[in-house]
């Protein structure tokens, strides 16, 4: 079964010699996922796991680390050898001249108008840490992680110019004969070129479809320090394929997308099984109950860069004749984890196409110890046991 959710300038990251390590809360004490941990003013960073743990590495000796997450006050912290960070929630409080206004959709428009000077105007390398996961109801069946490198051009051109490059990879996936179900998920690391929404205009915001959704202004919130209009889209018109729930997060002051949450309508599951599904065997039927993607951007340097995604596919699958359903989920992630200016082009024989398979790619980049010389997003509790079980063959 297959899902769509499914020589170049080479940069090192030799000698990651110092680093930092910790957890990061909210006040009451629980882990907080997604945080994103930076070293001001350097392109090195990383994201906190499902318990909130992160290791931060660098070839420079670090001075401040910072952590930035919707909804709560960013800190910037001297490092220690081992840091337990508390964040605590923005309380949103707007005097009466700052009360937001506007045509909702008139503001989307204005933010679209303004990528290509608000983004990156020349191309870039960005490194980045990518992992896919598959879960047999509460089970995981399946992990591959990479590092890859993907060849960004500018903002003001279409993804075709955009390319990734896998360096590293490693590959687990259950022997059980009960897990022979065969899930693969299209593009692996390209991920971070086919959903940079913002770039990639026909995912969500091409023409045909942004008159088919309603746009309602929602309470502002801050992400760090930068107020943000916050704009939900919800499908409108009636056309022959899903359109997308969305809640779309834009910089007050530079109108550029900073945060962009998207799930697909599952209202008819017809033609959200359309959009899904590219093939699967004889007799199998799938039923999709969830797919979705957050995705953010960062600003830094003036310009406004991709940060992180993350997808999640919820679905149900059961051989006819058989009495028992079963529950997979699937997750891919990236966090870009350095950026390099002025960047060249990611020869064609180097390239991970958009038809590859992480799965299948990955054998031939595969190092056990890839780990221990990158920024990745370290695996968590639940994550580390899995993999183990899956090393056992278990």
Not at 44 to 65: H, M, P, R, W
Not at 282 to 300: H, K, M, T
Not at 348 to 362: G, I, N, T
Request: positive net charge; aromatic residues 12%.
């Amino acid at each position: 079964m297959v899902f769509l959710l499914s020589f170049a300038a080479v940069y090192g990251q030799d000698g990651l010699s110092h680093a930092v390590s910790g957890t990061v809360t909210d006040a009451g004490g629980r882990p907080l996922e997604s945080v994103h941990v930076s070293i001001p003013g350097r392109h090195q960073a990383t994201v906190t796991n499902a318990d909130g743990y992160f290791v931060l590495k660098s070839d420079k000796e670090i001075d401040l680390v910072e952590f930035s997450f919707l909804g709560y006050k960013s800190r910037r912290l001297k490092p220690q050898e081992y840091m337990s960070v508390t964040l605590q929630r923005e309380n949103l409080q707007l005097a009466e001249s700052s009360i937001v206004t506007g045509d909702p959709r008139s503001i989307v428009m204005a933010a679209l108008d303004r990528v290509w000077e608000t983004y990156c105007t020349q191309p870039e390398l960005l490194k980045c840490f990518y992992r896919e996961t598959v879960q047999k109801r509460n089970r995981y069946t399946y992990v591959a992680e990479a590092v890859a490198r993907i060849f960004k051009g500018r903002y003001a051109r279409n993804i075709g110019a955009d390319a990734a490059a896998l360096e590293k990879s490693r590959v687990l996936v259950s022997q059980r004969a009960k897990d022979t179900l065969s899930i693969k998920m299209m593009g692996g690391p390209t991920q971070a070129i086919t959903h940079d929404i913002v770039k990639n205009g026909d995912i969500i915001f091409n023409a045909d479809d942004m008159p088919q959704y309603f746009y309602t202004m929602e309470n502002p919130a801050y992400i760090g320090d930068r107020l943000q209009f916050v704009i939900s889209m919800t499908p409108a018109g009636n056309v022959d394929y899903a359109l997308y729930n969305c809640k779309l997060y834009i910089d007050r002051e530079l109108l550029t997308f900073t945060r962009i949450e998207a799930s697909l309508d599952m209202s008819d599951k017809a033609k959200a099984t359309k959009m899904l599904l590219v093939k699967k065997p004889a007799g199998l039927r799938f039923s999709p109950d969830e797919a979705s993607i957050v995705i953010n951007y960062r600003l830094l340097g003036g310009k406004t860069r991709l940060e992180y995604f993350r997808t999640t596919m919820r679905f149900t699958c059961d051989w006819k004749k058989r009495m028992f359903r079963t529950k997979y989920t699937t997750v891919n992630e990236m966090v870009v984890t350095d950026v390099f200016p002025e960047a060249a082009v990611i020869p064609r024989k180097d390239r991970f196409r958009f038809s590859d398979y992480l799965v299948d790619k990955a054998y031939e980049f595969q190092d056990p110890d890839f780990w221990k010389d990158y920024n990745i997003i370290e695996p968590s509790e639940s994550l580390e046991h899995a993999i183990g079980r899956l090393r056992k063959g278990k």
